[in-house]
Each structure stands twice: as structure tokens, then as C-alpha cells.
């Protein structure tokens, strides 16, 4: 995660947070679990004898080998969503070149990351960095990474992934 929040920031960089709640309970269980994860309700709901009150469990659950694997496979295409196309000019990720900044190289600046991606007008893109549950939008300017941050959270409410804003 550090090497890949490296690369989108540097001196001047202002970052946000967004935070996914309840990170297992916003990806769906496989169909082939569902109907192995249920509840009997019955001692609780009783109703006519020999009737019985069963309810599915639709979640990932914690401690299920399959449910890390899910709930990074889905927060892997929300992040694709999110970046969207990086030659649309309105997309905020949008970039038009890779920076290499390597150690030995004549112009080598040890402030600046080994590689990165830059926007048309020379400066750092703006960039989403996440580690599990945690996001940090990351912009050249605090307005930007500020106005990133609505997007990324109201597109992850628009796939299903709940936003912890209270954890801001």
C-alpha cells in the first residue's frame, strides 16, 4: 500500500478519507453459500406446531475462507469504476503521461516519486489510493482532493458499498 500511495503523492499533495462501512457486509455471499448460511428463527417466531422459521444469510461472512477474496475482488471494481477512462479531459483521474524519476538518472529528484502519472498541465494526477476498507483521495490542490472525495464515496453507494462518513 505505501509504495502504491507513494506514487501519487509528493510535496503540496492534500488527501482525503473515505471510509467503507462494515467492509464483508457490503458484498454479496456466492449463491452456491447462500442456502449453507441460514438461521432457524423458530424458538423465537413460534408459530403451528411442526413449523419451523428459517431466514438466508445474502452477506459475506467473517471467518469464511471465500469472503477476504470477495470483498477485495469487489472493492477492485469499484476502484476501476471509479477511475473510470483516463483520456476522458472530465474525468478528475484523467492523465497524459508516466513521470519515471529513478535513482541514477541525471535529473533524479529524491522528492519527487520513481514513477508517476502526470496531467497535461505537469502536475501529480489526482489519485485514489485504498488499503482493505480505507480510500484516500489524493489531489495537487486540497480543493481537488476535497471534491474527490463526493464522487468516490457517492459511486460507492451507487454499487452497494456503504460509506462510513461518521468515521471521518
Known amino acids: 500500500m505505501i509504495e502504491t500511495h507513494l506514487q501519487s503523492i509528493e ?74 477512462q483516463p483520456e476522458d479531459s472530465q474525468n478528475v483521474f484523467q492523465w497524459s503521461r508516466v513521470r519515471l524519476n529513478c535513482p541514477g538518472d541525471k535529473d533524479y529528484d529524491p522528492l519527487k516519486p520513481w514513477v508517476s502519472k502526470i496531467r497535461s498541465d505537469g502536475k501529480i494526477v489526482a489519485d485514489l489510493s485504498g488499503y482493505v476498507n480505507d480510500l484516500q483521495p489524493s489531489g495537487p490542490n486540497w480543493m481537488e ?24
Open 11 to 84: 510535496e503540496g499533495t492534500f488527501m482525503a478519507d473515505v471510509t467503507m462501512g462494515e467492509c464483508f457486509l457490503n458484498f454479496l455471499l456466492h449463491l452456491s453459500l447462500q442456502k449453507l448460511a441460514g438461521v432457524d428463527f423458530t424458538k423465537y417466531f413460534p408459530g403451528p406446531s411442526q413449523s419451523t422459521v428459517w431466514d438466508c444469510w445474502h452477506c459475506t461472512l467473517m471467518g469464511v475462507k471465500s469472503s477476504p477474496y470477495q470483498a477485495v475482488q469487489g472493492i477492485t471494481v469499484a476502484d476501476e469504476v471509479i477511475h473510470g
Open 145 to 168: 482532493a476535497w471534491h474527490m472525495s463526493c464522487p468516490t464515496a457517492s459511486i460507492l453507494n451507487h454499487l452497494g458499498i456503504q460509506d462510513a462518513a461518521h468515521k471521518c
